[in-house]
């Protein structure tokens, strides 16, 4: 491959995540007078979140407002039009930077000028009965340029194409077909609702970045600025380093860890995959597997407590529920997806005879723990408060990443200095930044959900096709899920369908967090599902295969994350709902499921399985996973008698062909 060949791939691989694309326009341009004031705003803003989280909130729209305003400032300034203007095929003339980074500078004033307009809107809809004036509707004109604007510069175009579709859709109401008819809307009410309405771009959503999100974000970079993914790494490696599966197993308890913290997908596949990809194939494993592993795991990260993703914070707006109780409710799914993911490395090992290594460099778990206990304490102090002390999640996030600089203190490598405090504040603020566009260009969508009432329309149009059926209406979910994720981060594509899709569950009498926990898990499992599977897309590329190679190995390796959500619909006990005997007899009855199902979909439990036994110990997965004791059992039953017909295949194990 030619240095230029090298070069175009790696740009591609970068332009796959904002953050990526973001980070590498600002090395670029080290030194550039605007980096300086992006900069400058970062430190701002991550200042302003600290002061109020730890003071006081203010009124709803400044602390949304003044949250947005600085996410676009940073935005228009690290990521100007001259870079994102017909890929950049004007940028070297002068007098072309010069007047577009004027356009730049005239969107920053003008949004904070429009947050003074939308604030005051707001401050007088008691006294005028609810009835906005002109400067609303400058207000929301300009939000909607800035949103789409800055969303198509750090998410690309899909975004802003769909906010833009559902706002054609509350103008075009009466012309619509009968199903999706409604009275309409002007351009000019669209605006007025999109700047002054709680279901606007200031509403509950834009409240939940603006609180919970940011801190959270802000606690990962200081996290990551710490070097705790380099403890995240020994402590896998040394707790894995005598298991055949070692490599992709520590690879799949690390990268879990970091995405846990990251919140994205595609970052922390390109953040851990250069270094546990080229390994995993060092040791034997397919290039395709190998990218699946990391892939898998870094999308898995988002559904992980405590942390999760941005998307579980979101969450917590849609459906009025405290995220510890959230947190808790997603335990035991989480933990069954990771438990398939190591039961497919496990499976793959034996297949591929990977043999232990003998490597003596790996540490010894013991030496690891002793020499680097501090990063332990930042999670058990964050824990600490969000579960024991039932702190705020906000000031959880706060009082943990405070914690980082004074407990660092302690490390003899003092890999955490106090000078390191402002980069890593800046830092989390940049990070912020495409979360909050993101957030900001979903809300359009939600406020025209809001308007027009389409949620409850496509939940009767999905109802009326499944006839009613709860399985086939949870398909169409899952599926539409998946497509409204298509190219979009998590946090958008939760945004989106659970607005859109989430509705039609409760219809048909679904628990609101199964409802919310179904949808968020689709929108998560969108980063790793072909067509557009992008965090599949950036480890295959990595891994130098083709990127749906590597997609449909993630699903293989990742499919009980397609089965649980399915499975916790219906089974609250995987919520840890119900009496002590009920939870366990489901939990031992899904981990056993979900051992079975991928060991199916590997093609190896305790021997090499042909298609036929594949197929027989995939269905019993299915059967185990059914929310019938005398169902799971007849599934359990079926796996003893598999095993017991074929024990003398054991001793053969390895040895035995497909």
């Known amino acids: 491959m030619s240095e230029q060949e090298k070069e175009k791939k790696e740009v591609d691989i970068a332009s796959l995540d904002p953050e990526l694309a973001a980070a590498k326009k600002e090395e670029a341009n080290k030194g550039s007078v605007f980096l300086k004031l992006a900069s400058a705003a970062a430190l701002l803003m991550a200042l302003f979140h600290v002061y109020t989280v730890q003071f006081g909130l203010l009124s709803t729209v400044l602390q949304r407002g003044i949250h947005f305003a600085f996410a676009a400032t940073v935005l228009y300034l690290i990521m100007p039009l001259h870079d994102n203007f017909f890929g950049k ?3 070297h003339i002068k007098a072309f930077r010069i007047g577009t980074r004027l356009i730049d500078i005239a969107i920053i004033i003008a949004v904070w000028v429009a947050l003074w307009m939308a604030n005051d809107e707001v401050s007088q809809l008691t006294a005028r009965i609810g009835r906005t004036t002109i400067l609303a509707t400058i207000s929301g004109g300009i939000l909607l340029v800035a949103i789409l604007e800055g969303a198509r510069r750090a998410l690309g175009w899909v975004m802003p194409i769909l906010a833009g579709v559902f706002i054609g859709y509350a103008m075009a109401g009466p012309w619509m077909p009968h199903v999706f008819l409604h009275r309409g809307f002007s351009f000019t009410r669209i605006l007025d609702f999109l700047s002054t309405d709680l279901d606007g771009v200031f509403g509950a959503i834009m409240g939940v970045s603006a609180t919970i999100v940011f801190m959270f974000i802000m606690f990962g970079a200081f996290v990551e600025a710490s070097g705790c993914s380099k403890f995240f790494n020994d402590l896998a490696f040394s707790l894995t380093a005598k298991s055949k599966a070692g490599p992709a197993m520590a690879s799949v308890v690390a990268t879990s860890l970091m995405a846990t913290i990251s919140g994205s997908a595609i970052a922390n596949v390109m953040a851990t995959g250069p270094f546990t990809i080229p390994m995993m194939k060092d040791r034997g494993y397919r290039p395709a597997f190998a990218a699946a592993v990391e892939a898998s795991a870094s999308t898995g990260g988002q559904i992980l407590p405590p942390i999760m993703g941005a998307g579980a914070f979101l969450m917590v707006a849609f459906t009025n529920t405290p995220f510890v109780v959230i947190a808790i409710s997603a335990l035991i799914p989480a933990v069954l997806y990771f438990v398939g993911s190591g039961a497919a490395v496990v499976a793959q090992a034996n297949i591929l005879d990977i043999k232990v290594s003998v490597d003596g460099s790996a540490k010894k778990a013991r030496e690891v723990l002793k020499s680097d206990w501090l990063y332990i304490t930042i999670f058990v102090v964050l824990i600490y408060f969000l579960m024991v002390m039932r702190v705020s999640p906000m000031r959880s996030a706060l009082w943990a990443t405070t914690f980082i600089p004074f407990v660092m203190l302690l490390d003899r490598q003092k890999r955490f200095k106090f000078k390191d405090i402002i980069p890593a504040m800046i830092k989390g603020s940049k990070n912020a930044v495409t979360v909050v566009m993101g957030i900001a260009c979903a809300s359009i969508v939600v406020a025209v959900v809001a308007l027009t009432g389409v949620g409850v329309m496509f939940g009767d149009i999905m109802i009326g096709a499944a006839g009613g059926n709860l399985i086939l209406v949870l398909i169409f979910s899952a599926i539409a899920c998946i497509i409204l994720g298509l190219g979009l981060p998590t946090t958008s594509a939760y945004v989106i369908t659970a607005s859109v899709v989430a509705p039609s569950l409760y219809l048909l009498g679904v628990d609101m967090i199964a409802a919310h926990m179904f949808v968020f898990y689709f929108a998560c499992l969108s980063a790793i599902t072909p067509p557009v599977a992008l965090a599949a897309y950036s480890a295959g590329a990595l891994a130098k295969i083709s990127p749906m190679a590597a997609s449909v190995e993630a699903c293989k390796l990742a499919i009980v994350g397609f089965i649980v959500p399915f499975a916790f619909v219906f089974n609250g006990a995987l919520f840890l709902q119900g009496g002590v005997v009920e939870i366990a007899t489901t939990i031992v009855f899904a981990v056993s499921a979900t051992i079975v199902l991928t060991m199916g979909f590997q093609g190896w439990l305790l021997w090499r399985l042909n298609i ?35 024990m003398r295949k054991w001793k053969k194990g390895k040895n035995l062909a497909h």
């Not at 110990?617 to 074929?646: E, K």
Request: hydrophobic share 70%; charged share 10%.
């Open 89 to 91: 095929k004007f940028a």
């Open 612 to 646: 036929l036994e594949r197929l027989i110990f995939i269905l019993c997965g299915g059967l185990m996973f059914a929310p019938f004791i005398l169902v799971n059992l007849g599934g359990l039953g079926l796996v003893a008698l598999m095993l017991v017909l074929n």
